[in-house]
């Protein structure tokens, strides 16, 4: 029997489950097999160049690409191929053969950026499955300008500049558990406060079950992030409710100029009611950066009009919307200081709410 190289990492690092193995040898989106020599192994459709001069494999496609550019791209490759090749190695097309334990996806990925250039679009990839599977492969295989790139790109999504959060569109899904596994697997920090945050909006379900890609692998956060999570929504949960209390009460002999306190003081109960009734249903995600425009906005006479049975004067609410905006940059400027101090909380039970 002939051997073949293996580049088959048994650890996957942070979290990262791997899909089934496959029993069928067929795969119907690949190409025919014609001509392979090797029974099982399907031809990928994008990447089978007649003139390569090596066979990636990976589930059971294979990818027929060039030795002499994955040595220069790859370190592991690079390495890989120093070594002198077993006379008995297995060969397909009178080409070497190595096995991947990747997915064909996550492979089809990373060549299309060697070979082709492919350049990543964000809004095409919304739950970060081609970021991981760049981000993965080109630390795994070395490829240093494709992972800094791709760390480059996935600090730009879970930014640590507060104007630049605001501007990026939050994306409350499980993209957040990829991009916390992301960040611990090449140890980028500044991305781990707000990929844990965009954890926390999501149910006790969803962060078990982690984030599932197109390839069949999975993303589960390890044991300490799911802690860290767990945590930390409690205490999001109280800083909410406690900001509701704090920001949505009538401070109307504080603020100049409030000529109509007693219906100012209706409007701040009644937010102050709608706003603890939504804090009450388990559906809602605890967005303690969330600046309340939806709510706001019902009760800005400058919006609904001088006629509105309940509304807060003008004076009131560029006040109102002044406090909640210093307490969201507050709370901000917090959360890179409590990605520890979170998993420390429940070991603590000191039951102190404030984060601010
Ligand atoms: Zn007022």
């Known amino acids: 029997m002939k051997r073949s190289l293996d580049i088959d990492t048994s650890e996957e690092a942070s979290g990262h489950k791997r899909p089934r193995r496959q029993t069928s040898h067929k795969d119907r989106s690949q190409g025919p097999n014609t001509g392979a020599e090797d029974?099982?192994?399907?031809?990928?459709?994008?990447?089978?160049?007649?003139?390569?001069?090596?066979?990636?494999?990976?589930?059971?496609?294979?990818?027929?690409?060039?030795?002499?550019?994955?040595?220069?791209?790859?370190?592991?490759?690079?390495?890989?191929?120093?070594?002198?090749q077993p006379q008995d190695s297995q060969l397909v097309c009178g080409c070497p053969v190595v096995h991947l334990s990747d997915t064909p996806d996550a492979l089809r990925e990373v060549l299309g950026v060697l070979l082709c250039g492919k350049k990543y679009i964000q809004k095409n990839d919304i739950e970060l499955d081609r970021l991981s599977y760049r981000i993965r492969l080109a630390h795994k295989y070395g490829i240093e300008d494709l992972l800094d790139e791709s760390i480059q790109q996935l600090r730009q999504l879970f930014p640590a500049n507060f104007a630049s959060w605001r501007a990026t569109?939050?994306?409350?899904?499980?993209?957040?558990?990829?991009?916390?596994?992301?960040?611990?697997?090449?140890?980028?920090?500044?991305?781990?406060?707000?990929?844990?945050?965009?954890?926390?909006?999501?149910?006790?379900?969803?962060?078990?079950?982690?984030?599932?890609?197109?390839?069949?692998?999975?993303?589960?956060?390890?044991?300490d992030d799911l802690l860290r999570c767990m945590a930390a929504k409690s205490l999001l949960g109280r800083t909410h409710v406690h900001g509701i209390h704090t920001l949505l009460h009538h401070i109307g002999s504080f603020v100049q100029g409030c000529r109509s306190q007693p219906s100012c003081c209706r409007a701040f109960d009644r937010m102050r009611h709608t706003a603890t009734t939504r804090s009450l249903d388990v559906a809602t995600p605890i967005d303690i950066l969330d600046t309340w425009d939806d709510l706001l906005d019902k009760y800005d006479r400058t919006k609904v009009g001088g006629n509105a049975?309940?509304?807060?004067?003008?004076?009131?609410?560029?006040?109102?919307?002044?406090?909640?905006?210093?307490?969201?940059?507050?709370?901000?400027?917090?959360?890179?200081?409590?990605?520890?101090?979170?998993?420390?909380?429940?070991?603590?039970?000191?039951?102190?709410?404030?984060?601010?």
């Not at 459709?45 to 589930?59: I, M, N, T």
């Not at 406090?323 to 507050?330: K, L, N, S």
Request: hydrophobic share 40%; charged share 25%; with cysteine.
């Open 39 to 84: 029974s099982g192994l399907v031809r990928d459709k994008e990447f089978w160049y007649e003139d390569g001069s090596v066979v990636l494999v990976a589930g059971n496609v294979g990818f027929r690409v060039y030795r002499g550019l994955l040595v220069r791209r790859s370190e592991v490759f690079s390495d890989l191929f120093s070594v002198p």
């Open 169 to 223: 569109g939050r994306h409350y899904t499980s993209r957040g558990i990829t991009a916390v596994n992301l960040a611990r697997l090449t140890n980028t920090q500044s991305v781990l406060p707000t990929a844990l945050y965009v954890c926390c909006q999501l149910s006790d379900r969803a962060l078990l079950e982690g984030a599932a890609h197109p390839d069949g692998t999975t993303d589960e956060l390890s044991r």
């Open 309 to 356: 049975l309940v509304s807060l004067c003008e004076c009131c609410m560029t006040n109102l919307r002044e406090r909640v905006f210093a307490t969201i940059c507050t709370r901000w400027a917090s959360l890179p200081g409590l990605v520890d101090a979170w998993k420390d909380k429940v070991a603590e039970e000191n039951g102190d709410p404030e984060i601010e």
